[in-house]
């Protein structure tokens, strides 16, 4: 076996101090041109593993005292002294430049030889001393957390949660997250995002956000189906059509519980004529009232009745086609045909429906 390496470490430390203030500075590794082409796709953020070489030890003790703790084996240990002299650590990548990386968190002196990088994994690095694997599933299940939070009925989290998807916090996006984490606990469901579960949402309000991330239905998943309804209402329903609809019936309860709040909703959102101060105001308000909510009793808020829905089909998976005008690629049954040729709709300026704050609307240039 012989070793190359594939780099060199450009570090303030000429002289080993100790690891863990080493791992709070910055150092580069300036890689070799020949190597160079491998540092294609690494991006900046992402953590690596730094394999290098202790040069300057070339002796070593299968067992001794250690700078911390027992004398125990070199196995046990990160003593530098070891049988082939290698380093691993972990470093976050802070900045590329051709074929200098700038790392932060790595223990190397200068000029240390660099035998390797790999990109560092959670899946892979990180070793799960839990019993339950939390890491493991996280990666192939990402909703695992989401999950256990509804199980725990840890709605203050889901909401947390929620506002990142929402991007604020509000009375109506809070709404949506106890709705939705109540329906999923008294159907005693989960959703990996593949359709097992729908909900149908009558509003395309803040509500539906809350609706959209506790259940894990999206838009974009299809298991999102919107009723152009207009109420503040969700049905979350297994595939054999159980479900559990929650239509909001105490409609006033932030109007008449913080009326100090609905007159500055109407000064800075309805009238758009609140100061700076004004909005942050109601910002804070809001914020309050969305967490406060969480601890309404949910019979208070919601009219729930078990109902029976019709679950549409899976989305269908068909075949492409394209518009002979544009030349761009169409969802099949969504081309428009004329004499044999396939076009897309704005190429034929058909009539669309369009979702937006309205509701759908029906779009028509005829
Ligand atoms: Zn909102
Ligand atoms: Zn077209």
Request: hydrophobic share 35%; charged share 30%.
């Amino acid at each position: 076996m012989n070793m190359e390496k594939i780099g060199i470490v450009k570090s303030e430390f000429e002289k080993p101090v100790n690891p863990e203030k080493m791992k709070e500075y910055e150092s580069t590794l300036v890689i070799d041109e020949e190597y160079a082409r491998g540092l294609e796709g690494l991006e900046v953020g992402q953590s690596l593993q730094v394999i290098f070489n202790f040069h300057l030890i070339d002796d070593y003790k299968l067992f001794g005292p250690k700078r911390i703790g027992e004398p125990r084996g070199v196995f046990a240990s990160r003593s530098p002294k070891r049988p082939n002299g290698l380093g691993v650590t972990a470093v976050e990548l802070l900045a590329k430049d051709g074929n200098q990386l700038r790392v932060k968190g790595l223990d190397a002196i200068d000029g240390t030889p660099i035998l390797d990088i790999k990109s560092y994994s959670k899946l892979m690095d990180q070793v799960d001393t839990d019993t339950d694997h939390h890491q493991g599933h996280h990666q192939a299940q990402p909703r695992t957390e989401i999950e256990k939070l509804i199980e725990d009925n840890d709605l203050e989290k889901l909401l947390l949660k929620a506002g990142e998807l929402h991007g604020h916090f509000c009375p109506f996006v809070s709404l949506g997250v106890k709705a939705a984490a109540y329906a999923m606990q008294e159907l005693d469901v989960s959703s990996q995002g593949m359709e097992e579960i729908v909900a149908v949402v009558e509003t395309n309000s803040c509500f539906s956000d809350g609706i959209q991330y506790v259940t894990g239905c999206t838009f974009g998943n299809n298991a999102l189906i919107y009723r152009d309804y207009g109420k503040t209402a969700v049905t979350v329903a297994t595939r054999d059509g159980t479900g559990i609809r929650l239509y909001l019936e105490n409609y006033n309860v932030v109007d008449e519980n913080y009326p100090e709040a609905s007159q500055l909703f109407d000064k800075v959102i309805a009238q758009r004529n609140g100061s700076a101060e004004e909005e942050e105001r109601l910002n804070k308000k809001w914020q309050q009232i969305a967490f406060e909510l969480l601890e309404y009793p949910i019979e208070e808020l919601f009219k729930i009745e078990e109902v029976e829905i019709d679950v549409p089909d899976y989305a269908p998976i068909k075949e492409d086609k394209f518009c002979s005008e544009c030349g761009e690629k169409i969802m099949a049954g969504k081309e428009v045909t004329i004499e044999g040729e396939d076009y897309c709709v704005p190429c034929m300026e058909s009539n669309y429906l369009q979702l937006d704050g309205r509701g759908l609307e029906l779009i028509g240039h005829v």
